[in-house]
């Protein structure tokens, strides 16, 4: 059943572009598509624009449903639409599935041009940048000169960070919510693991599984479950499944016997019938490979210098993943420079997953910086 307050039906669309696209690898793609989604009205002075930059395995299905029987909505639906934080009574919401994803842009699964087979791993390596820049020509194809504000959390808020510092005219107000400024060894670490254990799955096939009508869903399901702990805290585990058996009595076997494995073995399997190995592969890459201050000797605060955007970063006191402390570098380094910054840490047990829920604190603090003027 459609709430009646959110968006309600909605239909992706696709758009080509046919401008060659330099990646920051150096691979030339000669064209693409990007698969978006828009809710609300652009209004007459294409001043009311907001971008949603999603995370590591969202997609462009921000809000609302394509289907009416459809078991869940959009991955953010509690925050957009009609007198939600992000309104679509007031804003023209617009958010497109990252180059290289698997949910309709361009990406690995896509087929290969002068080639009757998928990209596979031959698709090139994608970075923040190179997704930044295909949002600003999505900008431009849709006439939309300046956003109002950019908004993601997590890999979506190194998006929100890169916009600002790339196209520092085009970002009135900037949102990072439970990002960092570049990811820590631990961080990286957990990709690696997350990516062997995929590549050492037998239906990987060197990334051609798809051409041997694979999947290497043992793989993915593992990095799934591993990426999953990283996501919620120790409380929060503790408070919703404790030690909790699914029967009162020990079996003294290897199948699944409490709740949190039942739970992680879930997560796994369905995210096996909806993402694309390969782009977990690219998107835990591009996370590793983001660092804005690398162009200026490790110095964040001289990387965020040309920055006009003002910005709101937004942190959760459980998340161990993107700790507060790596959002408070953000804060500092625009401090530095005398850049307008605000910075709520929200209390929560949800770890890093808090980003997604509907947290008053949080979706008021939302509400009341976009209604501010820039």
Known sequence: MIESDGVGLVEPQRLHFDAPLELECGTVLDGYELAYETYGQLNADANNAILICHALSGDHHAAGRHHSDDRKPGWWDNCIGPGRPIDTNRYFVVCSNNLGGCGGSTGPTSIMPGANRPWGPDFPIVTVGDWVRTQARLADALGIPRWHAVIGGSLG??????????????????VVVAAAPRLSAQNIAFNEIARHAIRSDPQFHDGRYLEHDAVPSVGLRLARMLGHITYLSDDGMRARFGRDRRSDQARFNFDVEFEIESYLRYQGESFVNRFDANTYLLMTKALDYFDPAQATNGDLACALE???ARFLVIAFSSDWRFAPERSQEIVQALLARKKSVSYLEIESDFGHDAFLMPIDLYHRALRAFLEVPA
């Open 306 to 308: 040309t920055t006009q």
């Open 157 to 174: 808020g190194m998006q929100a960070l890169d916009w600002s510092i790339r196209y520092p005219d085009r970002v009135a107000r900037a």
